[in-house]
C-alpha cells in the first residue's frame, strides 16, 4: 500500500494527520514490520515533514497490524549485504533515529507487539514509550553474528544502565512489556485498545503547554545526556535564559499570576 500525504508518496509508511498530531506507522504486516532501505527512507521522509510542520505539535509512531510494532530488520536484506554495505546501512538507521530522538517535538512510540532490534532501538529513539501488555522488546543480534546496529548499543545502557543493558545485548533474549516496564525501558503498560488514546492524551498534556520550553526542554536533556553533568547544567541554564525571553514565558507568568489558563503561541 502507498501513502500520499502533504505531497509525500511512502511505500512502507503510513502517514496522516489529525489536529497537532502526526501519525507514522510502518506498514510492512506481512513481514511484522521489518525494515528495510526503502522503509527507513519513508521514515526519514515522514519525520522531516513533520518537523517542518509548525501545526505539528507531536508525533505517534506505531505498527501496523496487532503482531509487531517493529520486529527487528529485513532479514533477507541483511544476509547479503557486504560489510562496506553494512556499515553504510547502520549510518543511516542512525542517522533517521537521530532525526526521531532530536526532532524538537514528542515522539510517542506505541509498542503494539514485537519490538525488536531496529524495532527496540527505534522505540528507544522516541521521547516515551508505552506498551501493550503483550508487547515484547529485545536486541537479539548477536544470535545472527552481529552487534546492534541503529543505536542499540548506546540508548539502551542510557536507558537502564550498563548491566542490565548488556546482558540483553550479550543474550539476545527477549523480555516482557512487563520487564521492559520494571528496568524502565517502557514507561507505561496499556491495553491495546487504549494505546493510540493514550498516546494522544499524553501528547495533548504536552501540547498544552509552551511550544518553545517543550523543544528546549528536549533539547537540554538530550544534549546534556552527552555531555558531563557540569556541562549538562550549563547547557540548561542557557535554555532557561533563552526562555525568559519568550512571549510565552510573559504569557505563562502572567496567567499565574491572574489564576487563569495560559494562551501560548510559540514565540
Known amino acids: 500500500m502507498t501513502s500520499e500525504t502533504a505531497g509525500l508518496t511512502l511505500d512502507n509508511v503510513l ?3 489529525k489536529g497537532n498530531i502526526a501519525y507514522v506507522t510502518v506498514n510492512r504486516p506481512t513481514v511484522l514490520n521489518a525494515l528495510n532501505t526503502p522503509t527507513w527512507s519513508d521514515l526519514k521522509a515522514a519525520f522531516e515533514d513533520a518537523r517542518g510542520d509548525d501545526t505539528v505539535r507531536g508525533v505517534v509512531l506505531t505498527g501496523a497490524g496487532d503482531k509487531a510494532f517493529i520486529a527487528g530488520a529485513d532479514i533477507s536484506e541483511l544476509a547479503q549485504v557486504s560489510a562496506v554495505e553494512a556499515e553504510r546501512s547502520s549510518r543511516f538507521g542512525q542517522e533517521v533515529l537521530n532525526l526521531i530522538e532530536n526532532l524538537g517535538k514528542p515522539v510517542i512510540a506505541a509498542v503494539n507487539g514485537f519490538a ?18 503483550s508487547a515484547r522488546f529485545g536486541q537479539p543480534e548477536v544470535s545472527l553474528g552481529l552487534v546492534p546496529g541503529g543505536g542499540g548499543t548506546q540508548r539502551l545502557p542510557r536507558l537502564v544502565g550498563k548491566g542490565r543493558a548488556l546482558q540483553l545485548i550479550l543474550s539476545g533474549e527477549m523480555i516482557s512489556a512487563q520487564e521492559a516496564y520494571r528496568i524502565g525501558l517502557v514507561n507505561e503498560i496499556v491495553p491495546a485498545a487504549d494505546l493510540i488514546r493514550r498516546a494522544e492524551a499524553i501528547l495533548a498534556k504536552i501540547a498544552a503547554n509552551a511550544p518553545i520550553a517543550v523543544t ?6 538530550n544534549k546534556g545526556t552527552e555531555a558531563s553533568q557540569s556541562e549538562g547544567l550549563l547547557i540548561e541554564a542557557a535554555y532557561f535564559g533563552l526562555c525568559a525571553a519568550t512571549e510565552d514565558k510573559q504569557e505563562g507568568t502572567t496567567a499565574f499570576l491572574e489564576k487563569r ?5 510559540g514565540r
Open 216 to 221: 528546549f526542554a528536549l533539547e537540554a536533556a
Open 116 to 133: 525488536l532490534g531496529g524495532g527496540c532501538e527505534t522505540a528507544m529513539a522516541c521521547t516515551i514509550r508505552i506498551a501493550v501488555e
Open 15 to 17: 502517514y496522516g494527520k
Open 261 to 265: 489558563a495560559p494562551k501560548f503561541r
